[in-house]
């Protein structure tokens, strides 16, 4: 009974580190913010930690840092034994962003993304998209303005697209509906 | 950037002991902590073969969009191409990863990216060519990205469960890369004479080698349930092909397929010339520095 209670104290620690871990690319953000920490278990008699992480895009070069930091800051936090594992599906949508990670990009100047097209059950076929006109306007994280511009589709990671804002003309980033 | 933001990056550095800031400097294994046991009925060695043709679709071709670095027209389009390259690599190392794990004989992604031979490469020829230009590049990408994403969308309810999950994300992101080349290929298509001229053009090179991609495989065949039918793509990725090029107010090329050397193309390892002339570069410092770390 002490042991499962000290166990489950545990869990609730290596849940709390692994999940304030903040992402290499966007650090305003956190692991648990982006979506992207998948489980916190331990294994055996409580020193084993098992992590599990989704990748946002299949070549996100942040991927080993992250697992670096887990184990770094696991392992300070005096838990021995840390495996980070990876895991593909299902497949890491923005929709997991949570509203106080979505918060933090707006604060930082990124706007948060909208809500992801789900396509019907696969294998049915992707619908093009043959402008760069958006259905749901982007609204600039600065002024908060709807009249906004895509100047480009991709950005400095694979995860934001460029807007422009007409009302103020800054340039800012947007996280992608994926 | 405010002081804030900038404490974010302060908490990376300063938190780990030996940080390293460039990315790249602790490959680890793609698929590490992930069940690769192939599925019963599966035949592990045909489903080997067959993510290491789909594999090195992706890695030949993300090459040769990275060779466009700092060639592009604007800084935007080099941040695209940059990312559409990222992403198939990304497919590329966890396909060549469960291609290895499928085997059985202890080979890993950079043992079979990079001390492979060009005849035990079995990417499609499409992706090989250099671009002659910008409209080749758009051209070319939106062929391809065309096809893989109806591959993809077939191959995320593959039976084999690895192979169904690397296909559902890759999905996502092919959905994206097709869109970019689409728009391209639409605005210099419908755009100046010349750019219709030379986008035209374009299409007339690259067409020859678009029939490959929807022939019949024997490696295919030994999959069922777990591989796609390259044949029972050609409907949708004709379909897509056709709002493009009646948006961009182009032709279909009328272009006779590219010969095959006694009956063999690119899945059987036979390429085309330049082919060679990419592997080396792809491989030369893998293979001046063997095993090495850094």
Redesign the interface.
């Known amino acids: 009974m002490v042991a499962a209670a000290a166990r489950a104290a545990d869990v609730r620690a290596a849940r709390q580190i692994a999940g304030a871990v903040?992402d290499?690319e966007l650090?305003?953000v956190t692991l648990a913010d982006l979506g992207i920490l998948r489980a916190v278990e331990c294994e055996g008699e409580g020193e084993r930690v098992v992590v599990?992480i989704t990748?946002t895009?299949?070549?996100?070069?942040?991927?080993?840092?992250i697992?670096?930091?887990l184990r770094?800051?696991l392992t300070q936090a005096g838990f021995t034994d840390v495996?980070?594992?990876?895991?593909?599906?299902?497949?890491?949508s923005s929709d997991w962003i949570t509203a106080e990670g979505r918060r933090k990009l707006r604060a930082?100047g990124i706007a948060p993304p909208g809500p992801a097209q789900r396509r019907q059950a696969?294998?049915?076929?992707?619908p093009?998209?043959?402008?760069?006109t958006r259905r749901e306007p982007v609204p600039c994280p600065r002024c908060g303005s709807a009249d906004t511009t895509q100047?480009?589709?991709?950005?400095?990671?694979?995860c934001r697209a460029?807007f422009r804002c007409e009302a103020c003309r800054e340039p800012f980033e947007y996280v992608?509906e994926? | 950037m405010t002081e804030d933001e900038f404490a974010a990056y302060q908490s990376l550095a300063h938190d780990t002991e030996d940080h390293r800031w460039a990315f790249g400097t602790g490959f680890t294994d793609p698929l590490e902590g992930i069940d690769a046991s192939v599925p019963d009925g599966v035949d592990a060695a045909a489903l080997a073969t067959y993510c290491l043709m789909l594999g090195d679709d992706a890695l030949i071709y993300s090459h040769r969009l990275q060779q466009w670095m700092t060639r592009l027209p604007e800084l935007e389009e080099e941040t695209a191409i940059a990312n559409i390259a990222l992403d198939l690599l990304g497919q590329a190392r966890m396909l060549l990863a469960r291609a290895g794990l499928a085997e059985g004989a202890g080979r890993q992604e950079d043992r079979l990216a990079f001390f492979r031979e060009e005849n035990e490469f079995r990417n499609v020829r499409l992706v090989e060519a250099l671009d002659a230009d910008f409209a080749e590049l758009t051209g070319r990408l939106l062929v391809f990205s065309a096809w893989r994403l109806a591959l993809f969308g077939r191959l995320a309810t593959s039976r084999d469960p690895v192979l169904a999950a690397i296909a559902a994300k890759g999905v996502n992101e092919l959905s994206y890369h097709r869109d970019y080349a689409a728009q391209w290929v639409i605005r210099l298509g419908d755009g100046t004479g010349l750019s219709h001229d030379k986008m035209q053009a374009a299409l007339g090179a690259i067409w020859p080698l678009v029939d490959e991609l929807f022939r019949a495989d024997e490696v295919v065949a030994a999959l069922p349930g777990a591989a796609a039918d390259p044949r029972e793509l050609r409907a949708e990725v004709d379909a897509v092909l056709d709002t493009v090029l009646a948006a961009a107010t182009l032709d279909r090329p009328e272009a006779a397929p590219m010969a095959q050397v006694a009956g063999k193309s690119g899945r059987d390892g036979v390429h085309t010339e330049a082919f060679g002339y990419l592997l080396a570069e792809l491989q030369s410092l893998a293979r001046a520095h063997p095993d090495a770390t850094w």
């Open positions: 903040p290499p650090p305003m599990t990748p895009y299949s070549g996100c070069p942040a991927l080993p840092e697992a670096h930091d770094h800051r495996i980070v594992r990876t895991e593909l599906a299902p497949a890491w930082a696969p294998p049915g076929p992707v093009l998209t043959l402008t760069a100047t480009a589709a991709f950005s400095a990671t694979a460029l992608k994926i």
